[in-house]
């Protein structure tokens, strides 16, 4: 049974920083893609970012290029999102999924299982 449990978010001022951790159990982490998502009040769910299984490709929704950085750690099972320079746009919650293959998606189909999702608020 796989285990996605993520942490790190809270309630920032506009142009802060927060980073998000996920920390995974039972599965090969390093063999699959890892994604963060987000879903905002009365919105679909978005992707925000996604990291290949080596950590050596990445790829983000344009709204958060240049501000945000996902990486991973393989040794410790964890996916990481830094998230910087944040705007009152970004408050959503945050979700960490794993894909069902080692290169990333930004389509949810791809991704088999899925945190609980934190709360990220940004106040202007």
């Known amino acids: 049974q796989v285990q996605l449990v993520e942490s790190g978010g809270g309630l920032v001022q506009a142009g802060g920083s927060l980073r998000l951790s996920c920390a995974a159990s039972?599965?090969?982490?390093?063999?699959?893609?890892m994604g963060w998502f987000r879903q905002a009040p009365g919105k679909e769910r978005e992707f925000v970012a996604v990291?290949?299984?080596?950590?050596?490709?990445?790829d983000y929704a344009g709204s958060v290029k240049g501000r945000f950085t996902i990486s991973r750690d393989n040794a410790k099972n964890t996916v990481y999102l830094q998230m910087n320079s944040l705007k009152p746009e970004d408050t959503a919650v945050y979700y960490c999924?794993?894909?069902?293959?080692?290169?990333?998606?930004?389509?949810?189909?791809?991704?088999?299982?899925w945190g609980q999702g934190t709360q990220v608020t940004v106040s202007s």
């Open positions: 039972g599965r090969t982490f390093s063999t699959y893609a």
């Open positions: 990291i290949d299984w080596s950590g050596g490709s990445t």
């Open positions: 999924a794993q894909a069902m293959r080692s290169y990333g998606s930004r389509s949810a189909r791809e991704y088999g299982y």
